[in-house]
């Protein structure tokens, strides 16, 4: 029985003890520990109570890539599952591609969708504990999304272009891959080009210009050209008319300069053929041009011809100065173009004037520069721009000539003023001794003064705009150095890279170059090619730097053609894709209004940037306006049946009714 007794006791006291400490945690939450002194008579148990570990898994989305087709929205399930209590839920999405912050604390209940983003995604998700705490946990996923066309952007269906100006037309294009190298390219080439024509480095959105030099005579009329963008998968074009309007161009007169005629001796007539051409009219012999003189002052005493020449002998009673002017005009267009007035012109003649000053006298004396700044010149800088002027009289009464020199080379002509100005900078990367000279003329003696400069050199930069190396004058100054602007013609055929080498088409450095370049693309022995073209500065800065290559290895194909399954150049022209564009027919894309290049419709859908819109059967998109109609004509059918069955009514009445009529009467 005492040990019935003292058992229970035991039972009661741990039991006891038990709540005690759970008692104790509730009101004392954190470490609850006991301690107890070896040796002493009483030994106490030590426990510690350690606060519950909480967590969550998130189930999806997975640490793992998925897949999405072009056009799709990138929703993905979100759900977690935790293994506490949670007061509230969030996230947060990254994509990690860009370093951006999609989405910043965005409050969600579990068993919801997410919006991801292509390529690489973050999603962080918190957990609020209910007593506080948060936990949180992350996942990184990949959204893949098949390789899409590339998209020009709007381009002129036909742009209009002067003859003698040249175009600078812009268009870009995007690529919602990023991934992919861009290129593009107008074609045919030559007089039209496009810079840049290669991005690199992932970009979504390019932009180029179609460009070209100052258009000539030659290139007048209709010019058909397809632009196009590639990602070297897929392709779009746009197709454009180019037109280049003519004009009528001015007669093109020198200049007569400053004449002097003397009473006595020799040089006593002027003896003077105009030098004129003209683009449409021809030379001053060709017939097609009309000369006009006329004296500006004092009586006229000679004439021009119908072909542009001038002759007199003077005398004593022609002494004195004379200024003259002639004029020439040409014919007018054959074929007047409907948009010239874009030129700014009619298309009708055209008229140039030139004066110049004519001196009779007994005794000529030499123009003399009465002034001129500046007085000297030490050293510049090759940029610094150096401001020159001068006055000069001639006294025989002669408006003097100006002519002025750079290091002997003519570079400015200033006629019919006696105030003369010029401009000029030498550039940068030129120094060392140079010099400027002015001199006038009355057509026949001479006055001058010139001027010794040095010049620091000044570094130039890579690309600086103006124009090239030196030169000036006429208030203008040039100064930097010349924006090189590259453009190349197409790759020529590829040829034989063995053959190349034995004609002396290509050295021994580039066949070394161009079959390691074939080993690298994995083309061997009897299909390396080499391919050569011309490139050339738009802006005739008569620079190499940065020059594009000339010369590449290629798949050599002997007889190429559009069905050789290569990417190649025949035919005057390059493919774009293999066996389409340029030469052969034009590639699928998705701008052509046709259903190909495995598209889902016609120009969408498949490696189309876009998907198809949803096709509706008429049932279903017209579905109230056929219940409405159907109401309708049912209850008119309803009207007709009951109008029938009334009139049957009628009519079976009045048949009943008649016989008995009849019976009655007999």
Known sequence: MVIKKIEAGLVWFFMGAIVLIIFSYILFPGNLYLTGRAGSGIGLVGLTVLEPVISFIIVSPENTTYNFGIGDVYNLSLNVTPDFDVDTWWYSLYDLRHDLLINDSVVFTPNTTINAVRWSNQLRVYANHTVGTIVNKNVTFSIVVPNSAPILGSIDDHIYVCENNSLYSYFNATDVDENSLISVDINPKDPFYVSPTIFLGGQT????????EAFLKTDVGSHNEV???????YIDTKNVNITIVE???????????????????????????????????????????????????????FDITNDGYMNFSSNVSLIGSYNISVCVTDLALSAIPSNISLCGQNGLNQTTCKNFSLAVTANNRAPTIVSYYPSSIGSVAGTSTIHFNASEVDPDGNIPDAYWYVDGSLVESDIGSSVDEFNYAFGCGVSGAHTVELVVSDGLLTDSVLWPITVANIECPVSVPGAGGGGGGGGGSIGAKCLVNWVCDDWNICQDSELSLKLGIISGKDYRVSKDSCEAKGLIEGICGIQIRNCFDLNGCNSTTAKPQEFQSCYFVEGPSCFDGVKNCHNDGCELLVDCGGPCNPCATCSDKVKNQGETGIDCGGPCPWKCEEVVPFTKKYFLQIILISIILLIILIIIIIYIIKRIMKLKKELITKPRKKKDEI
Request: proline share 3%; glycine share 8%.
């Open 205 to 212: 959105f390019v932009e180029s210009y179609i460009i070209s």
């Open 227 to 233: 632009i196009s963008v590639s990602d070297q998968e």
């Open 247 to 301: 004009i009528n161009n001015p007669p093109n007169v020198n200049e007569i300069g400053a004449q002097t005629v003397w009473l006595n001796g020799s040089g006593t007539s002027l003896d003077k053929a105009v030098d004129v051409t003209d683009v449409e009219s021809g030379n001053r012999t060709s017939g097609n041009l009309s000369f006009v003189l006329n004296f500006l002052n004092g009586n006229r005493f």
